[in-house]
């Protein structure tokens, strides 16, 4: 896979991928850009969410209906020198509907273990985090 990122002028991007999709990029002002798109580690940590999201999505496929909403979490744990590189993400999954623990802690660890090539893609700690209906649920041991 190839991604093209041409320079805009200042600080900005625009990257385009094998998808035709373009994704804009800018540094915030306190890095000279502009702060007119989304900057690159906003993007790594979006990406890290869509893959397991996706994955997520496929493994639960037939369960679908009975989830009202997923939304995903990233939060990332910088270093405080240079590079300031990620050293830790949490993701949590908050998902709301008429679905086992069991089956979203599988679809997780799924996605985690044999799936998500962006979290195997990163250098760091990936732990996971499931809120069910409001309430938070720990993994069962394997």
């Known amino acids: 896979m190839q991604i093209k990122a041409t320079w805009q002028g200042g600080r900005a991007f ?3 991928g ?3 999709y373009k994704m804009a990029m800018d540094a915030t002002e306190n890095y000279g850009g502009e702060g007119s798109a989304a900057t690159p580690t906003e993007m790594l940590l ?3 969410a869509g893959c397991i ?3 997520v999505t496929m493994i639960l496929r037939h369960e679908l209906d009975h989830i009202e909403a997923i939304d995903i979490t990233v939060d990332g744990t910088r270093r405080e ?3 300031s590189s990620f050293t830790a993400y949490t993701i949590t999954f908050t998902v709301n509907g008429d679905i086992t623990p069991k089956k979203v802690w599988r679809a997780i660890q799924l996605g985690k273990q044999k799936y998500c ?3 195997a893609s990163l250098k760091g700690d990936v732990t996971f985090k499931l809120i069910l209906n409001g ?3 720990t993994a069962e041991k394997e």
């Open 53 to 55: 999201g996706i994955d």
């Open 135 to 137: 309430k938070e649920i």
């Open 46 to 48: 979006a990406a890290l």
């Open 18 to 20: 094998p998808s035709g």
């Open 81 to 83: 020198e240079l590079p």
């Open 117 to 119: 090539a962006v979290s």
């Open 14 to 16: 625009e990257a385009v």
